[in-house]
């Protein structure tokens, strides 16, 4: 009972007078609920999520809350999306113009957080400190060699020279139309950032591109020497700075709050009356009713929720997915669609909106992309393990009984027929030309221009809105209000969909054996690694169902 009465006693926050709204090492950056990973009975969970529509309208708030005289941003290493740090930035820049100060400081600071903290008036670095400013790469793992090696076979079928999410098991190298596309991507990407960040630091462009090439950031003398920062000083100095600037005595209490505190300091209670409801759907998208990622019978039941909701005016639908199951994305277009009949649909994407994470938006009035947005992905793909060779090698051998010609089509030990890849092929097509259909009818356009876009690539968000598979660039912020205008809403409150979930109701729901040895395995290597270890050994990559998926994750590490 004392547990439990811990878990759900918040203490009520009061913001004091001279006040520094701080974004900082205990801040998680997310773009839904289902994102939070709670540790058990909140105890181990160090840190607070905070989605990023709500850190947005904080900052927006502070601009004009007297209690708050400045930001401090002290975040080495930042957890938050690309577009969720694009977002950011945007609010500063909008939070600055209150003529309130924005400082930041760094010690060993990565390349997202440097992104982030260029924002700032002044750039403070530790002496013995660094910034990787390093640029953008990726790199791709293939397994053909390791599948070749121990008699694993992998029968591939796709649609689109660019649908690269399959190379791995093709070929022991980057295609060159893969190697054109994520060149694209990365470049459009880094002008966006890099630019921004050359301007911040009032840096000459030509200039800059030397700094990031020679990794000068990674010596404090030359990152000073260079305009990466301003000045070197200890924290505790930094802090004495502020004190300064707020007027204080050096005896005086510095007081920082942070995001999450300062967001709970006035959202204890939701409003009535209308409603624009943000429906979240980030994560990969799978049949099943779990409350992680994307599964479609749980998003139906939102989704009819909402439709039903006679509160909720105007939904805005939030996708941050590359991809999944061609028929759970199906089932959620459908129920979108019903959707749209009664109310406005209008959608925002965050980090990825990619294959079926593409898909389910076309029910939209109206689609809101970010600049760095990985978008598109227009293409299907089918990939089917099977062990025969590695099997035979150790002695397995199998007979087949059937009573049809095809009741045996597919088998781990013998792979598929020459008919079951033909069929499958065909359910391939078939699923790329639905694909199309809808994105014709959404983007109002025919199937052959669609067809010279799709192929499986995969646009940044800028070249997304220039060959027409987005309406706008824009914010999530953005959307909500535009939302709001096509429903005629004067005032509205914002309800967030999926509900977050309670730490008790987060460890215990689903509690299996998988579940804790997954995250054991994830605290101990890392998220980043992780999801590679995915990539190998988890079924539902192998299995033998048709995919709308992106395997890229862009990141600015």
């Known amino acids: 009972m004392l547990v439990f009465s811990t878990m759900g006693s918040e203490k009520s926050v009061v913001v004091k007078k001279n006040s520094v709204l701080t974004i900082n090492l205990k801040t998680n950056i997310i ?23 709500d850190a947005i309208e904080a900052i ?45 400081y760094g010690n060993a600071v990565s390349q997202s957080s440097y992104y982030l903290g260029s924002v700032a008036d002044q750039y403070y670095l530790n002496p013995a400190g660094m910034i990787e400013l390093k640029g953008l790469a990726t790199e791709v793992a293939f397994y053909k060699d390791f599948a070749d090696k121990y008699g694993i076979g992998i029968e591939v079928i796709r649609h689109g020279k660019f649908k690269s999410a399959v190379e791995p098991f093709l070929r022991n ?25 050359a301007v911040s630091r009032k840096i000459d462009t030509a200039q800059f591109r030397t700094v ?37 005595k050096e005896d005086d209490k510095l007081n920082k709050i942070s995001l999450g505190k300062y967001i709970a300091s006035y959202s204890n209670d939701e409003k ?47 996708i941050n997915s590359p991809g999944g199951s061609a028929n759970a994305s199906d089932e959620i277009l459908f129920e979108l669609q019903q959707l749209k009949k009664k109310k406005p649909l209008i959608v925002s994407f965050g980090d990825y909106a990619a294959s079926g994470g593409y898909y389910i938006a076309m029910a939209a009035d109206k689609i809101y992309s970010e600049p760095n947005t990985l978008t598109g992905s227009i293409g299907v793909f089918g990939v089917i393990p099977y062990f025969k060779d590695i099997a035979n090698k150790n002695g397995i051998r199998s007979d087949i009984v059937a009573t049809n010609a095809n009741s045996q089509y597919y088998s781990s030990l013998n792979g598929v027929t020459p008919y079951g890849v033909s069929l499958i092929t065909r359910s391939v097509e078939g699923t790329y030309k639905r694909f199309v259909h809808f994105v014709t009818q959404n983007r109002k356009k025919t199937f052959e221009q669609i067809d010279s876009i799709g192929g499986g690539r995969v646009w940044s968000g800028t070249r997304a809105k220039q060959i027409g598979l987005v309406d706008e660039l824009g914010t999530l912020n953005d959307a909500v209000k535009f939302a709001a205008q096509k429903a005629g809403l004067k005032s509205y409150a914002i309800s967030s969909y999926p509900k977050s979930m309670t730490p008790f109701e987060q460890i215990f729901k689903n509690l299996n054996e998988d579940d ?42």
């Open 31 to 53: 773009d839904s609920p289902t994102e939070e990973q709670k540790g058990l009975f909140g105890i181990s969970d160090q840190n607070k999520s905070v989605l990023i529509y």
């Open 60 to 104: 927006n708030k502070a601009k004009t809350d007297d209690n708050i005289k400045g930001i401090s941003i002290e975040a080495d290493q930042l957890t938050a999306g690309i577009t969720q740090i694009d977002d950011l930035r945007n609010a500063i820049e909008d939070f600055k113009k209150s003529g309130k100060f924005v400082y930041a």
């Open 173 to 197: 190298d980057i295609s060159p139309e893969n190697k054109e596309q994520l060149s694209t991507l990365l470049n459009d990407i880094w002008k966006n950032t890099s630019s921004r960040m």
């Open 212 to 248: 990031v090439d020679s990794l000068y950031g990674m010596i404090p003398e030359l990152g000073l020497k260079y305009k990466l920062a301003d000045k070197l000083i200890q924290k505790t100095e930094y802090d004495q700075l502020i004190k300064s600037k707020l007027n204080l």
């Open 272 to 318: 009535s009356g209308d409603k624009v409801a943000v429906l979240y759907a980030s994560g990969s998208i799978n049949g099943g009713d779990e409350y992680n990622d994307i599964h479609s019978e749980k998003y139906i039941k939102y989704i009819k929720d909402l439709q039903e909701n006679d509160k909720v005016k105007a939904v805005v639908f939030r």
């Open 516 to 557: 804790i040895s997954a995250r054991v395995v994830k605290n101990k290597i890392g998220k980043a690694n992780y999801e590679l270890l995915q990539q190998i050994v988890e079924e539902r990559k192998l299995q033998s169902e048709v995919k709308m998926e992106m395997p890229y994750q862009i990141k600015i590490d």
